[in-house]
């Protein structure tokens, strides 16, 4: 037989350049960054189970985002937090019918990831137990998987009073709503926090093949789902314009698929929200993703920040 043609990717035209709006905030020389899509992918067609089908949802253009009131970053909360619960980077977790271990990267790589990527001072917070009561479960292949809507309520008194947000990291599994066989993470939109689990990342927790690059593989997937959920709560919807570290996620085929770097559109909706510095920013996510060992990331950046720099030098 003949092989299949490749899908046809979606353009996204001239949809996302109506949902970016005006710009008469940015200086000329740096408008780019919002306006020039040759460096991203286009969202590709939807798939059978993929987010898009299982949770349709409105694509959020800038206004829409302007007018959900996303919490703006100002004094005094001008950082953000990270509380781990539980062990880290290695967790026992036992069950009524399992032991298994649950690997995640360094809390503190995390933390140097969002402070770069979200241009705001990240401070981590001492890791505490996960809270053994208090908090629904429900039983699902043997295991506890906790309702993460309820253990954001636990925690929100340990937000500090200087945090933006505060994203809780916790090894055991979650889901957010009854109708979810499970939740890779959960945010708020407005009452600044988020919590991502990392037992889901590695299949063979639930007897399913290890990755073959195990630690590697671990390390992007919790860092994207990090991003992500943090892009929550500066306000950022999911992105359905390009490949973006804020495009919904159903399964680890989807979690491998998106990139760690924000689209045109959502980039603007974050530089709203905080006034970062584009250049600097830049500058320093660059430096993060080398020394995370992110090669691909770093190279995907440095080649931005080249032609957004010529771009500007042409002007």
């Keep these: 037989m003949p092989p299949s043609p490749a899908p046809r990717l979606e353009r996204p035209g001239e949809a996302w350049r109506q949902a970016l709006g005006p710009l008469d905030d940015v200086e000329p020389a740096l408008r780019a960054a919002f306006t020039d899509p040759r460096d991203f992918t286009p969202m590709p067609p939807q798939r059978p189970g993929d987010?898009?089908?299982?949770?349709?949802?409105?694509?959020?253009?800038?206004?829409?985002?302007?007018?959900s009131a996303p919490n703006i970053r100002f004094a005094p909360r001008e950082r953000l937090a990270m509380l781990p619960l539980g062990r880290f980077p290695v967790d026992v977790l036992v069950g009524r019918e399992y032991v298994g271990l649950v690997r995640t990267p360094e809390p503190a790589d995390i933390a140097a990831l969002l402070a770069a990527f979200?241009?705001?001072?990240?401070?981590?917070?001492?890791?505490?137990?996960?809270?053994?009561?208090?908090?629904?479960?429900?039983?699902?292949?043997g295991h506890r998987q906790h309702d993460a809507r309820a253990l954001l309520g636990a925690v929100a008194p340990r937000l500090p009073p200087d945090a933006y947000g505060m994203l809780t990291l916790v090894t055991v599994d979650l889901f957010a709503a009854r109708e979810q066989q499970y939740a890779f993470g959960w945010s708020t939109l407005q009452e600044r926090l988020a919590v991502v689990g990392?037992?889901?990342?590695?299949?063979?927790?639930?007897?399913?093949?290890?990755?073959?690059?195990?630690?590697?593989?671990?390390?992007?997937?919790?860092?994207?789902?990090?991003?992500?959920?943090?892009?929550?709560?500066?306000?950022?919807?999911?992105?359905?314009?390009?490949?973006?570290?804020?495009?919904?996620?159903?399964?680890?085929?989807?979690?491998?698929?998106?990139?760690?770097?924000?689209?045109?559109?959502?980039?603007?909706?974050?530089?709203?929200?905080?006034?970062?510095?584009?250049?600097?920013?830049?500058?320093?996510?660059?430096?993060?993703?080398?020394?995370?060992?992110?090669?691909?990331?770093?190279?995907?950046?440095?080649?931005?920040?080249?032609?957004?720099?010529?771009?500007?030098?042409?002007?």
């Design 51 to 67: 987010w898009r089908t299982v949770r349709p949802e409105p694509a959020q253009s800038v206004a829409e985002f302007l007018e």
């Design 118 to 141: 979200f241009a705001t001072p990240t401070d981590l917070l001492p890791a505490e137990p996960l809270p053994e009561s208090g908090i629904p479960w429900r039983e699902v292949q």
């Design 198 to 315: 990392f037992a889901r990342f590695d299949p063979s927790f639930f007897g399913g093949p290890a990755p073959a690059d195990l630690a590697g593989t671990l390390r992007r997937r919790g860092l994207r789902v990090a991003v992500h959920e943090v892009g929550h709560l500066f306000g950022l919807a999911h992105c359905q314009s390009f490949r973006c570290v804020m495009n919904g996620v159903a399964d680890l085929d989807e979690l491998d698929a998106i990139p760690l770097r924000l689209c045109p559109l959502c980039l603007r909706k974050l530089h709203l929200v905080t006034r970062l510095d584009l250049e600097a920013r830049d500058l320093e996510l660059l430096r993060a993703f080398e020394a995370l060992g992110l090669p691909e990331e770093a190279h995907w950046l440095a080649e931005r920040r080249r032609r957004l720099q010529f771009a500007a030098r042409k002007r």
